[in-house]
């Protein structure tokens, strides 16, 4: 049966966590809310759950969720070869709207779709998710509405899109404050070098930059008269970039809405959430 407890009351949010994480357990799907907007969340190393959460939301394994996560320290879990500019951009920016998409670690037993072998992981600033997280460990998370529909910024609004197919539906209010504009997480591919924003949103590409120079905005690519060697790390190859298009608004692009902006070309693509992007094949520098 499915329930909705009032997480702004401490009773309500006490008892809600402990059903949400049963309800985890048992390969079912929760709503919760992040810093963004809601969430619909299920057990990352379930590939039932995982198909469940997918289900939900009428979409396939070629539109793979991200994975949230409690603590920094869980990238070396769940992510190989990190370098050490996504560490950096992880301590700057994390808990907060930073997507870090990495090469997976072979050794899990998971699946999440079709992901060529990457994971897309973010640490969320929100108290509800941190603690849920910390008593489920990572979870698989995609934004808590059918696809094409928009956002959900409460447990409610959610509820009316998924019904029945969640266990557990967490209500901690507007996400994000009630009148404010819902940014997505940043997405940053840490795949290949330089680093690449492939959904620009609540990170700035200057902040971003303070921390990694040389990564390459959203729709910018390397000059043909540049050349990156492969396994030079980002700090190393600050390279001067060329700006192909501006970033589309959502009113562009009519696809699944839970956060404002645009992700890069891609199946993977969601105009305002935090759901997985694709990372792109290694870049090969494009004449302008």
């Known amino acids: 049966m499915t329930t909705t407890y009032n997480c702004t009351s401490d009773d309500q949010r006490a008892e809600g966590l402990q ?23 299920a057990d990352a190393f379930s590939p039932l759950a995982v198909t469940m959460l997918l289900a939900s939301k009428g979409r396939s394994r070629q539109m793979p969720p991200p ?50 072998g990457t994971v897309a992981l973010r640490m969320p600033d929100d108290e509800i998710a941190l603690e849920l997280l910390g008593l489920t460990g990572p979870l698989a998370v995609s934004s808590a509405n059918r696809t094409g529909q928009e956002a959900a910024q409460t447990a409610s609004e959610a509820r009316m899109q998924l019904a029945e197919s969640v266990e557990v539906y967490l209500e901690g209010g507007f996400r994000p404050v009630q009148g404010t504009a819902a940014l997505p997480s940043t997405i940053v591919d840490a795949t290949a070098t330089p680093f690449r924003v492939v959904r620009q949103g609540a990170i700035s590409l200057e902040n971003l930059r303070a921390i990694v120079p040389s990564i390459l905005g959203f729709g910018e690519t390397v000059p043909a008269d540049i050349e990156v060697p492969a396994d030079e790390t980002a700090t190393d190859a600050v390279a001067e970039t060329t700006a192909v298009d501006d970033v589309p608004t959502a009113d562009d692009a009519p696809t699944e809405v839970t956060e404002a902006g645009v992700a890069d070309a891609s199946p993977h693509e969601d105009v305002v959430s935090d759901d997985y992007v694709d990372p792109q094949p290694p870049r090969e520098a494009k004449p302008e």
């Open 19 to 41: 059903h949400a994480q049963r309800a985890i357990s048992e390969k079912k799907c929760i709503v919760l809310p992040t810093d963004t907007v809601y969430g619909i969340a």
């Open 67 to 116: 994975v949230l996560i409690p603590r920094i320290n869980a990238l070396d879990g769940l992510a190989t070869d990190v370098p050490a500019d996504a560490r950096a951009l992880a301590q700057a920016f994390w808990p907060g709207g930073l997507t870090l998409i990495l090469h997976a670690q072979p050794s899990l037993d998971w699946d999440l779709g079709d992901t060529k």
